[in-house]
């Protein structure tokens, strides 16, 4: 991709001493949206209305690199870019676009994006309006204390409804409509007005002293397979260029810097950063997990005083174990996890096996978005067949003796008499739908063991409900069964709060009588009989019919509470039988059930990859 601007072939040039000089010239923002709002594509518009990539080379989602990104309309990887841009008052300015995923799963991605900047872009949708991640991003916006521009997008939809949604912007988010700008990403309306918006509502970072030791946000990474991992990050203080021995803070790692630059879609190497610029560092990082999101830069020989507030660890939250459909693919799975993690530091994997599915992986996720990205992407990138186990939360066990663990595998659930107590994690949920749905929502969080806590009317008949519900009954089908009793209409944002005292059951299936390690679960007490018959229903479905009965039963310890069978084939011993006595026909009857019962004694049942596939891929849906 060769940009054709003029300025872009000069800023191949360019020191960090042009920027230096310019610090009023540059302009650190993001842009933040609910799901589907135009994100994505306000990006493009202000790509293309830059002019740093030919016509040619442009393609749609431009910052979207991966194809699941494309297909579902989210973003995953969030990505950088450095837009030059000569504004009516004749001055250039560099606008940093530091774009942020826009899933739930994602949020300390943004968080820490959004740490490096000084202003923000509230795209809201004209025929939708406010939204649950709508708030919930504003709100982490503010936190960071970001100027907030909202801007109106969708504006030629036969749907859009302007004055409502400058209603709602005004009464739900609290900020000023009038200076709310409207905007079509998709037909390119209103793309001058968000630039200038940025170039004159926006503040210049802050002049940090360029003499002072080194201080530099990292908030994202990524892996090139020449030059290792490409630090995305923000100079807060002082200035980093190549020939730096520099120090990650969280984990007192050095490395000697090879280069340093801008984002354009291509690298553009500069000489140096300075305070309040944004761009990558190049260092020989062979793992992108040494970097860590939300860690602070800085110098060997200098350091800084103290790291930049807001770091902590990425933790997963939803875990699963991934098997191969056929036992030889195992070393092709080895292979292709340690390449996927190369490219996703908050994947967490560790040896696994199975007597029903051989080896395999534990996986830990950062929640089922995660989780199926990750699959999607073993299985299209690395051409893998696999097998997923359903996905269970952490647990927090109390035993007797005062100890404690957090188990979230099945297999390593302790004897339930040395148990004392459990707990898992809650989740605190903001639902908003049109009120017409709150009956129907009410239903759906109540059966899944949620507490209301609050509800209140915002703006256009539209209900904002809280909800507490532990985070096993969301991991599942939640959001699907919320998109549906809302008839698409229902948003949904949640963040995790604490463990609470549960009533945990580890539930078993048993074919012919052998437990299948592959299918047990970890469920509430309350849960475990619906859990246990669906899985039994799909089982008895899928499993192949023998020459003998086949019981499919589900248990909790020793006590069985569901079941299913599978009938036998039964050949029609009594069809020589022409008349006679009725003792003769009674008598084959009990040789050949004899026979039956000596054969399921002895018989294998060998349950097919679709079986599994059945209970495990969707388990309520």
Do not use: W
Request: some cysteine; aromatic content about 8%; proline content about 4%.
């Amino acid at each position: 991709m060769i940009p054709q601007n003029s300025f872009f072939e000069a800023g191949r040039e360019c020191s960090s001493g042009d920027f230096e000089l310019n610090m009023k010239n540059i302009r650190n923002f993001s842009i933040i949206a609910h799901i589907d709002h135009g994100k994505s594509t306000l990006a493009d518009r202000l790509i293309q209305a830059t002019d740093i990539i030919s016509d040619r080379d442009f393609h749609d989602q431009i910052l979207d690199s991966m194809d699941i990104e494309r297909e579902r309309g989210i973003t995953i990887k969030s990505q950088t870019v450095c837009l030059p841009y000569t504004a009516k008052d004749g001055q250039t300015y560099f606008l940093n676009l530091i774009d942020t995923p826009g899933h739930v799963d994602f949020s300390y991605e943004v968080s820490r994006a959004l740490a490096s900047c000084e202003g923000a872009l509230l795209l809201v949708d004209a025929s939708q309006g406010v939204e649950a991640q709508t708030l919930a991003n504003l709100y982490l916006a503010l936190e960071h204390d970001l100027e907030i521009i909202p801007v109106i997008n969708k504006i030629d939809l036969p749907s859009a409804d302007i004055e409502r949604v400058r209603k709602q912007i005004e009464d739900d988010l609290g900020l000023d409509s009038e200076t709310a700008i409207l905007a079509s990403a998709k037909d390119g309306i209103g793309i001058e007005d968000v630039l200038e918006g940025i170039v004159n509502r926006l503040p210049p970072p802050l002049s940090g002293d360029a003499e002072a030791p080194l201080k530099a946000l990292i908030f994202d990474s990524h892996y090139d397979p020449f030059r290792g991992t490409i630090v995305h990050l923000r100079v807060s203080q002082g200035k980093i260029k190549a020939g730096d021995v520099i120090s990650f803070m969280s984990n007192n790692a050095s490395y000697k810097v090879e280069e340093v630059g801008i984002f354009q879609i291509v690298r553009v190497p500069a000489k140096s950063l300075s305070a309040g610029q944004v761009g990558y560092m190049i260092a020989g990082i062979k793992t992108v997990s040494d970097t860590r999101c939300g860690d602070t830069i800085t110098l060997k020989k200098q350091p800084c005083d103290s790291p930049m507030s807001g770091f902590k660890e990425t933790k997963p939250v939803v875990f699963s174990s991934i098997y191969p459909v056929a036992s030889d693919g195992y070393e092709d799975l080895v292979i292709a996890l340690e390449k996927l993690k190369l490219n996703d530091a908050s994947l967490i994997y560790e040896k696994d096996s199975s007597a029903a599915l051989g080896f395999g992986f534990r996986c830990g996720f950062l929640g089922l978005l995660h989780l199926e990205v990750v699959q999607e992407r073993l299985e299209r990138e690395y051409d893998l067949s696999l097998i997923l186990t359903a996905p269970s939360v952490q647990y927090e066990i109390i035993m007797n003796d005062g100890s404690s663990e957090i188990i979230d595998n099945p297999a390593l659930y302790p004897d339930p008499t040395r148990i004392q107590t459990t707990k898992e994690p809650f989740i605190r949920a903001a639902i908003i739908i049109p009120d017409r749905y709150m009956g129907a929502v009410m239903s759906l969080c109540l059966e899944r063991r949620g507490i209301n806590k609050n509800y209140q009317y915002l703006t256009n008949n539209r209900l904002e409900m809280i909800f507490e519900i532990p985070l096993a009954e969301v991991v599942y089908d939640f959001y699907d069964r919320l998109k549906s009793v809302t008839q698409g209409y229902g948003s949904f944002d949640y963040d995790i709060i604490d463990y609470r005292e549960t009533d945990l059951v580890k539930t078993d299936i048993l074919i012919n009588g052998e437990r299948v390690d592959a299918l047990s679960q970890l469920v509430h007490r309350d849960r475990s009989v619906e859990r246990a018959r669906l899985a039994c229903e799909r089982l008895r479905d899928e499993i192949p019919r023998q020459m003998f009965k086949i019981a499919i039963q589900g248990a909790i310890g020793a006590k069985i509470i569901a079941r299913k069978t599978v009938s036998p084939f039964r050949k029609d011993v009594t069809a020589k039988c022409y008349g006679g006595d009725i003792s003769r026909k009674r008598k084959l009857l009990e040789k050949q059930k004899k026979g039956k019962k000596r054969m399921k004694m002895v018989g294998q049942v060998m349950i097919p990859q679709a079986a599994f596939l059945s209970v495990l891929k969707t388990d309520n849906s």
